[in-house]
């Protein structure tokens, strides 16, 4: 059952199929974000599951999705395009768009990757023009159709189940294109700090035509859907959709996503396919050398960060010049956050300075439980290790809220709360409310 035909399922969690689906996705002329649509829809993908978040939205009428069957370079495929029926298109600030999903009455797996999508996107964009995300109008990405096309790809690849996704290098195009912002190189700047920022391979654009073959929306859709970019593995494919271009080039014009399952019993195999799930993000580093702050201020410098949305922060002692004892503090961001995590350290730090960079990390799947125990109910963090095991880890305030509840030693209560946990299979626990 879809979850938009669920009614009472908007905002829970989301309802997963039993296997998670492989997904492979070939973009050899390129990535749009109506391409990778259409070929949902050519997958079998009802309208409904597009419509209805975008109603929620409360864009319901305005806008007409046009799809038909064509052929390129005598291949068929379906073709998408999406018709504005606004009056007066809205020019949205990224800080306006962001409240909005935010606000919006969905599943929050939809909800986190659109949201995914947006920030990756005001973050380039960003980048390129020089301000902050928060300042970013979506003229261009952030038009109707981007919009129809963001939330309907995140909306379809979840209905499909689809939790892996192995995409080939797309190229990005050469020449020039015409944009809000005049006439511009490409690849697009924004394609360029897209790839940049999540460490994508561009393929060539030898032999193509000038223009544009990948779109900001459609790398940024990848990006964020995609465990890596590359050759697929080992698999079975089971059901093809064909997503067409509108540009006439020298060739099919089109991507292919295809559902598959994984093949191959070589256990070699498996743990190739397994490891897939680990994630490469970016993540910005904001450092600062403070010599002047007490060890209060700093506490409550970094506990600001963190509620200001830092992944992390962490200290490391140093001396800085004419022998002074002083304190590195390092805070990881999300690049869309950086803005709001400036005015923290302007805020509360003594610093003239603040150093930026990125940097790239492997991060392991994670989630959020809650495990039913003898002693009363304890949320755990758990990791996925790429053998396919979770490794799970209990909220210390759980277990010190436990043994003063029942005047027992925290040893007791973390050995009642393992002995519960191998006695559960990792299936059978609830999502954290």
């Not at 910005?284 to 409550?300: G, H, K, N, Y």
Request: hydrophobic content about 45%.
């Amino acid at each position: 059952m879809s979850c938009w035909h669920w009614r009472q399922g908007w905002g829970a969690p989301w309802l997963g199929r039993p296997e998670a689906v492989l997904a492979l996705l070939d973009a050899p002329t390129g990535l749009a974000g109506n391409m990778l649509l259409a070929a949902l829809l050519d997958l079998g993908l009802p309208q409904a599951e597009i419509d209805g978040p975008l109603a929620a939205l409360g864009l319901a009428g305005t806008y007409r999705l046009e799809l038909e069957e064509r052929r390129s370079g005598g291949l068929r495929g379906m073709h998408l395009e999406v018709l504005s029926l606004e009056r007066q298109p809205a020019h949205r600030l990224w800080g306006d768009l962001r409240s909005q999903l935010q606000d919006a009455p969905w599943p929050e797996p939809l909800r986190q990757r659109v949201l995914e999508v947006f920030g990756l996107l005001a973050a380039a964009e960003a980048a390129v023009h020089g301000h902050s995300p928060e300042q970013v109008h979506f003229h261009e990405v952030g038009a109707l159709d981007a919009l129809v096309d963001v939330v309907g790809v995140c909306a379809g690849l979840l209905h499909f189940g689809v939790e892996q996704l192995v995409c080939s290098p797309p190229p990005a195009g050469h020449g020039l294109v015409a944009t809000a912002h005049g006439t511009l190189p490409l690849p697009a700047p924004a394609v360029l700090e897209l790839a940049r920022l999540r460490a994508i391979p561009l393929a060539s654009a030898e032999g193509f035509p000038p223009g544009e073959l990948t779109t900001p929306t459609g790398l940024a859709l990848a990006a964020c859907w995609a465990t890596r970019f590359g050759h697929p593995p080992t698999h079975v494919p089971k059901r093809v959709g064909v997503g067409l271009g509108s540009r006439s080039l020298y060739r099919p014009n089109l991507l292919r996503l295809t559902l598959a399952d994984r093949g191959g019993s070589d256990p070699a195999q498996q743990e190739t396919v397994q490891l897939e799930t680990v994630h490469l993000e970016t993540v910005l580093v904001q450092q600062a050398q403070i010599d002047d702050a007490t060890a209060e201020d700093l506490a409550f410098l970094a506990e600001e960060l963190r509620q200001a949305g830092a992944l992390e922060v962490f200290s490391q002692a140093i001396a800085m010049k004419k022998g002074r004892p002083a304190q590195l503090l390092t805070a990881l961001v999300a690049p869309e956050q950086a803005e709001r995590l400036r005015l923290v350290w302007w805020r509360h730090s003594s610093t003239l300075g603040l150093r930026e960079h990125s940097q790239t990390r492997w991060v392991l799947p994670r989630r959020s439980r809650q495990l039913a125990t003898p002693l009363g109910p304890v949320r755990l963090k758990q990791a996925q290790l790429p053998d396919g095991r979770w490794r799970s880890k209990p909220e210390h305030d759980d277990l010190a809220a436990l043994a003063r509840q029942h005047t027992l030693g925290i040893d007791q209560v973390r050995l009642v709360v393992q002995q519960a946990l191998e006695a559960q299979p990792d299936a059978n626990l609830p999502s954290e409310p």
